[in-house]
């Protein structure tokens, strides 16, 4: 089987589960690449770390793809929990800490980003 027929199945596969889904919206997304380079330069996107030098490594696409994996398993919860349900004391805990902590690096991101300070 070659690249473009596990892609075509694939595709048939997943077509209907995500169809509505924003990243499989088309199917020449830019998610599918046809080698395992990642495209563009490396001085290309913003320093928003420390420091006066931007990275080489694609951290944003990393982190990306880590929080499109936190957003669909936090909606999945979402779904399947009722307003009345009991849960335990740590569940409460650590998704009241994974909410502090993504709202931590949402404020410091987003203020980088809107005063232009990368």
Not at 41 to 49: E, F, H, P, Q
Not at 55 to 66: L, Q, Y
């Given at each position: 089987m070659n690249r473009k027929e596990l892609r075509d199945l694939i595709y048939e596969e997943i077509s209907g589960i995500l169809q509505d889904?924003?990243?499989?919206?088309?199917?020449?997304?830019?998610g599918v690449l046809d080698t395992h380079e990642i495209p563009g330069?490396?001085?290309?996107?913003?320093?928003?770390?420390y420091g006066p030098t931007k990275?080489?490594?694609?951290?944003?696409?990393?982190?990306?793809?880590?929080l499109y994996h936190i957003s669909r398993k936090a909606q999945s919860l979402h779904d399947i929990l009722d307003d009345d349900d009991d849960l335990p004391e740590w569940v409460q805990s650590k998704i009241a800490r994974a909410a502090e902590k993504i709202q931590t690096v949402y404020d410091y991101l987003d203020h980088k980003i809107k005063t232009g300070n990368y």
């Open positions: 889904d924003a990243l499989f919206k088309g199917r020449d997304h830019p330069d490396v001085d290309t996107g913003r320093n928003l770390s990275a080489t490594d694609s951290e944003g696409r990393m982190t990306k793809k880590h």
